[in-house]
């Protein structure tokens, strides 16, 4: 997948990083199958976090945005889910504009991302919209111990919501996907 990129692209992939903690094909963060992809650092810190690990930006792996391209796009079948952590963690959010646009301008693959910020704060945000904005779908919202919900599809509590970005720029207003 990498031959289709410019040379211009192909260098500057080279040498953009981020930290990730991990990735994984699975099926449990969103639709389908997916490769599911870990940031390390998260500012949000909720109490029963699945992924507490994640929370320390020096915990993972440096990995430039050529491997994590290459890691999204190695399976033609999987969609791509961006987790955490949180991508939308300050020291994430360029890469994560990056790797969405990227992913966006020379696949066809479906965008989740799960966040901890709010959709009524990343729009007021202009890196993070930035880092968004390309994408599918955004999972918003911190996850809240009180508010769990084991029945709820994709999430952990009720007040995180699934929001269709593109249908929602649009419009301008949040709309949300029901499954």
Not at 9 to 16: G, P
Not at 25 to 37: A, D, K, P, T, W
Request: charged content about 30%; proline content about 1%; overall charge negative.
């Amino acid at each position: 997948m990498i031959d289709k990129l410019s040379p211009l692209i192909q260098e500057w992939i080279k040498h953009d990083t981020v930290r990730i903690m991990s990735t994984k094909l699975c099926s449990e963060n969103y639709v389908g199958i997916r490769m599911s992809i870990f940031f390390s650092g998260c500012d949000n810190y909720c109490k029963g976090c699945f992924n507490k690990e994640t929370w320390n930006w020096n915990n993972g792996e440096e990995w430039t945005l050529e491997r994590l391209f290459e890691e999204c796009t190695k399976y033609e079948f999987a969609d791509v889910s961006i987790l955490g952590g949180d991508c939308l963690y300050h020291k994430n959010v360029e890469a994560t504009e990056s790797l969405v646009w990227l992913l966006k301008e020379y696949t066809d693959k479906h965008i989740t991302i799960y966040t901890g910020s709010i959709w009524e704060d990343i729009i007021q945000d202009e890196a993070k919209f930035n880092a968004i904005q390309y994408a599918d779908i955004l999972i918003d919202g911190k996850y809240d111990e009180n508010l769990k919900d084991r029945t709820l599809a994709f999430r952990g509590s009720s007040n995180q919501r699934i929001i269709d970005i593109q249908q929602s720029i649009k419009e301008e207003r949040i709309i949300e996907v029901q499954l």
